[in-house]
T-cell receptor
Framework: NAGVMQNPRHLVRRRGQEARLRCSPMKGHSHVYWYRQLPEEGLKFMVYLQKENIIDESGMPKERFSAEFPKEGPSILRIQQVVRGDSAAYFC???????????????FGPGTRLTVL | DAKTTQPPSMDCAEGRAANLPCNHSTISGNEYVYWYRQIHSQGPQYIIH???NNETNEMASLIITEDRKSSTLILPHATLRDTAVYYC???????????????FGQGTILTVHP
């Protein structure tokens, strides 16, 4: 059973370009979460999505960042017009979904390291 | 979600038990305690979670005090591969506004030495 997959593992972009990060959740998982880890800092929640819906985007920067999780295919985190401050590790996690009061732990992918030159 | 407090770093000898404490004095009755760890540059790994009873799995044990204001993660026989940052997280209830996301603090850097 494959785990959460993220690609690319490393991405280099020049300032002003667009970055697209992909996340394929574990089989059977319908909930996806994105987190960012800036150099020497902790993990920060960005956005929580279910299929075709954004549930919580309280951690997303207001501009240039967007996320989607279409009915078919991987979840995409898109960063437009990247700046040097966007350089970070971006982690995706998935879970089966909420089920009453049972809790579903989040399974994390290996991350995408974004470097903005 | 309730705030958690952990020591910034701890050391442990290989083969000995590692006991990682966490304070969560403002935890509410329907909040769970979760533990994750992050081995250098990898994605976080789920370890264990609990509500009020002590829990054990193949990785670790979780001891939660009766008043639920603190907990301890126990790695019974630490190995060099257990060197990582360990995060104690209190997570909101399903349906609440904070449900879903994990709020990571600074965690405890556990170093297991030979």
């Amino acid at each position: 059973n494959a785990g959460v997959m993220q690609n690319p593992r490393h991405l280099v972009r020049r300032r002003g370009q667009e970055a697209r990060l992909r996340c394929s959740p574990m089989k059977g998982h319908s909930h996806v979460y994105w987190y960012r880890q800036l150099p020497e800092e902790g993990l920060k929640f960005m956005v929580y999505l279910q299929k075709e819906n954004i549930i919580d985007e309280s951690g997303m920067p207001k501009e240039r960042f967007s996320a989607e999780f279409p009915k078919e295919g991987p979840s995409i985190l898109r960063i437009q017009q990247v700046v040097r401050g966007d350089s970070a590790a971006y982690f995706c996690a998935s879970s089966p979904g909420a089920s009453g009061v049972s809790y579903n732990e989040q399974f994390f992918g290996p991350g995408t390291r974004l470097t903005v030159l | 979600d309730a705030k958690t407090t952990q020591p910034p770093s701890m050391d442990c000898a290989e083969g000995r038990a590692a006991n990682l404490p966490c304070n969560h004095s403002t935890i509410s009755g329907n909040e769970y305690v979760y533990w994750y760890r992050q081995i250098h540059s990898q994605g976080p790994q789920y370890i264990i979670h609990g509500l009020k009873n002590n829990e054990t799995n193949e990785m670790a044990s979780l001891i939660i005090t009766e008043d639920r204001k603190s907990s301890t993660l126990i790695l019974p026989h630490a190995t060099l591969r257990d060197t990582a940052v360990y995060y104690c997280i209190v997570r909101g209830n399903a349906g609440g506004t904070s449900y879903g996301k994990l709020t990571f603090g600074q965690g405890t850097i556990l170093t297991v030495h030979p």
